[in-house]
């Protein structure tokens, strides 16, 4: 099992910028790839940014150039930095680790953009 534990949420004003944390524990070897995912008010969950055990990465095209992920392997942890946020990019964002065909979801964290 692997627990993730999402924080950095908040609200802020279209522009702004927000760095979320995803940590790691219990059965956190072999990992193959972590990402982030959001979900809006009546909306699916959505792919934002994922990373492989290899700094492989990807990007949703709504977020390329103004998000940033990365994987500190040494403390467990996924970082997304988001920069130039629009409301657009309110919702619930979520950390998955992906080991093999088995994904594992953290409880989200709420980012709210509005003036």
């Known amino acids: 099992q692997v627990q993730l534990v999402e924080s950095g949420g908040g609200l802020v004003q279209p522009g702004a910028s927000l760095r979320l944390s995803c940590a790691a524990s219990?059965?956190?070897?072999?990992?193959?790839?972590m990402g982030w995912y959001r979900q809006a008010p009546g909306k699916q969950r959505e792919l934002v940014a994922t990373?492989?055990?290899?700094?492989?990465?990807n990007y949703a095209t709504s977020v390329k150039g103004r998000f940033t992920i990365s994987w500190d392997n040494a403390e467990n942890t996924v970082y997304l930095q988001m920069d130039s946020l629009k409301p657009e990019d309110t919702a619930v964002y979520y950390c998955?680790?992906?080991?093999?065909?088995?994904?594992?979801w953290g409880q989200g964290t709420q980012v709210t953009v509005s003036s």
């Open positions: 219990g059965s956190s070897f072999s990992i193959y790839s």
């Open positions: 990373i492989t055990s290899s700094s492989a990465t």
């Open positions: 998955k680790a992906s080991r093999g065909s088995v994904g594992y």
